[in-house]
């Protein structure tokens, strides 16, 4: 009886971590706000040589943290900002090389997604936005390893962090505002990141946060999203309309046998005869 409850309890976990997998497949992301103090860090990413990582941003703003980490106070850092509009400047530097910055052409801070992936190899860093436009540039280093220690920060800085320079490689990041916006789908070497604390972030679903009213879908319609839009489904309900208010779908059209050339409409239980 142990062997086969622990078989059970077994199976309950897994059917668990697939269902939270699932749900995290669906959309959930975070939500940046844009408060002070704001920041999530997740899992260091080890970016020294040939590596990438992967996310989805929607934002309004034109200037905002959103990604940064260094090795602790040293040499090595890479930061990637909003600047000039809306536009994605990369910066990075190896064994305290002048520091090596990319802008990117495409602004996206229009409130749609966009899909921005870092590519790490050695001296040179590669941003790419949409996989339609791609950047690369080199850091004249003595070095080609970059080191890193510290974790991957999303949206902001810890204040710990934010007071003490010495424990930034950057010292200038400090002073960059807060990302305010959404980033979903934070991935390193195509294997999906959790983060390992946050504050002033909320975990967001865009489906359960367009579906959440009740007046979205009426009558029994089924709230999805589809391109940021909640999209109602009617088709089990026998109402139609954007939000399955308006009357009665016809369920049976037969021909009248009295009359020639007519038929009937049956609507739920009024019987209307058309010549």
């Not at 899992?43 to 905002?64: D, H, I, L, V």
């Not at 999805?224 to 309309?241: E, H, I, K, P, Y």
Request: charged share 25%; net charge negative.
């Amino acid at each position: 009886m142990g062997a086969a409850l622990v078989r059970r309890g077994g199976c309950l976990l897994l059917w668990l971590a697939l269902l939270l997998g699932c749900w995290a497949e669906l959309g959930s992301g975070l939500e940046f706000p844009g408060a002070e103090g704001q920041w999530t860090r997740f899992p260091k990413w080890n970016a020294c040589c040939e590596s990438e990582m992967s996310f989805n941003m929607k934002t309004r703003s034109s200037s905002g943290l959103v990604l940064y980490f260094d090795d602790e106070g040293f040499c090595d850092f890479l930061e990637l900002i909003l600047t000039q509009g809306g536009r994605l400047q990369l910066s990075f530097s190896i064994f305290c090389a002048e520091p090596a910055t990319l802008l990117s052409d495409t602004a996206v801070n229009d409130n749609l997604w966009h899909a921005v992936v870092i590519r790490r190899h050695f001296k040179n860093t590669t941003l790419i936005i949409d996989r339609a436009e791609a950047k690369w540039v080199e850091v004249k280093s003595k070095r080609r390893d970059m080191t890193v220690f510290s974790g991957l920060f999303l949206g902001g800085l810890p204040p710990e962090l934010r007071s003490a320079t010495l424990k930034l490689t950057l010292s200038s990041v400090k002073d960059r505002e807060p990302f305010k916006g959404w980033i979903t789908d934070v991935r390193v070497n195509y294997t999906q990141a959790s983060p390992v604390e946050s504050q002033e972030v909320r975990l967001d679903d865009e489906q359960s946060r367009l579906c959440a009213r009740e007046d979205v879908c009426l009558n029994g319609g089924v709230c999805s999203v589809l391109n940021d839009q909640a999209v109602c489904d009617c088709s089990q309900t026998g109402f139609r309309g954007k939000d399955c208010s308006e009357g009665k779908v016809p369920f049976q059209l037969a021909p009248h046998r009295s009359h020639r050339n007519s038929y009937v409409v049956y609507l739920e239980q009024d019987i209307k005869v058309y010549e």
